[in-house]
């Protein structure tokens, strides 16, 4: 209890609003003070304790992950986002706000923390150990992996793979499971929009690749699964939600401008991860507060891969993708008041088209799908 207090503690301070520069250089020391003591590597031990057998040892009723993993995932999203407010608030200096020297490679990081001079992040020389560099260290601080586990686990249980059966894997999974999904995947993201170039070269390692695939497979799976199964009665969709669009926008970045990335979009057999976009619930498709969540994944995953493209046109037509194209740029010509939002509905920027997509190539984009 008191380390998922502490923990609470250090992500209100680090979410608490920028307010001149003597906040934002406090901001900047205490992110580069946890940066530099090891903590994210501190969290990738954390997160392979919950192995397999860890996850087997408990009976289904009990088997939950503590409130310390939720905590600890939400403090690395956190520091994501203060990492690229910094960004925003100093972009002359980008990797000010986390550089300072490294600790030991590996996992040594956590055992022998590196302590910054007082001031670091308002001023100092600048070096090269950062939160990215930490990321890459430790391979996302060990998020897929935490989410791959448990799903060997129930698969394990279940003794077939856990996509024949959603609803079988299901009663295997943590009771907590959905929650702690949203965590792993709005944190992979978060740190996705502070660094895309880090969190795409992390998500496209050979090992972390393959752990991708088998990530949105199943996620994308499940959410559907329990988006039927709520719809029409008195139960909260809202978690389920909230998951589904937290992975449609990792599913994203994951793919965007990325050839080899786009190609695990048709891995494996049918549906595949692209068909599995294109059978997502149909407010997606028809609804104007949804749209803007699903056709900007669509575009990345597909933009000048015409084997992808083949595949969407089978699935739906390319038209709707062309016709939101058209649709967002006219409206960013006109200054609009919320890009891809319907009226008098606000969009949360991050699902914003020209903050998933480069606004350079969207008439290339429009041109692909109007072909």
């Not at 910094?86 to 996992?107: D, E, F, N, V, Y």
């Not at 009665?233 to 909230?242: C, G, L, R, Y």
């Not at 015409?306 to 194209?325: D, G, T």
Request: proline share 7%; glycine share 6%; net charge negative.
């Amino acid at each position: 209890a008191a380390q998922v207090g502490m923990l609470k503690v250090i992500c209100v301070l680090l979410g608490a609003p920028l307010v001149g520069e003597r906040t934002r250089a406090m901001r900047a020391d205490l992110v580069a003070y946890l940066v530099a003591s090891g903590v994210v590597h501190r969290l990738q031990d954390l997160f392979s304790l919950f192995d397999r057998k860890e996850l087997l040892q408990a009976g289904p009723s009990d088997r939950a992950l503590p409130p310390v993993v939720a905590a600890s995932i939400r403090l690395l999203q956190m520091l994501a986002e203060a990492s690229a407010g910094l960004k925003q608030a100093c972009p002359s200096s980008p990797s000010r706000a986390t550089a300072m020297p490294p600790p030991p490679s590996g996992r040594a990081a956590a055992a022998t923390p590196v302590t910054p001079a007082v001031g670091a992040g308002a001023g100092s020389s600048e070096s090269s150990y950062t939160l990215s560099s930490a990321m890459r260290e430790t391979s996302l601080a060990g998020l897929p992996s935490l989410l791959t586990a448990i799903l060997l686990s129930a698969e394990q249980e279940q003794r077939a793979p856990v996509l024949s059966c959603i609803a079988s894997a299901d009663a295997m999974l943590p009771a907590n499971f959905m929650s702690i999904a949203t965590e792993v995947v709005c944190g992979m993201n978060s740190f996705a929009r502070y660094d895309l170039t880090t969190a795409q070269e992390a998500m496209g390692a050979p090992d972390l690749k393959v752990e991708m695939y088998h990530i949105l497979s199943f996620l994308l799976s499940y959410c559907s699964h329990h988006w039927d199964a709520k719809k029409g009665t008195a139960a909260d969709v809202a978690p389920v939600q909230a998951l589904m669009e937290a992975v449609l926008l990792l599913t994203g970045y994951f793919c965007l401008l990325q050839p080899a990335h786009q190609d695990v979009m048709r891995w494996g057999t049918s549906p595949t991860i692209l068909q599995k976009l294109c059978s997502v619930p149909f407010e997606y498709f028809c609804d104007p507060t949804h749209m803007p969540v699903l056709f900007p994944t669509i575009i990345a995953a597909t933009f000048s891969n015409e084997q992808n493209k083949e595949v969407i046109q089978c699935e739906m037509s390319l038209e709707m993708v062309h016709s939101f194209l058209a649709d967002q740029m006219l409206e960013a010509d006109e200054g609009g008041a919320e890009e891809g939002a319907a009226p008098g509905v606000a969009l949360d920027p991050k699902f914003s088209l020209r903050e998933r997509f480069p606004p350079a190539l969207l008439s290339d984009a429009e041109d692909f799908f109007a072909a």
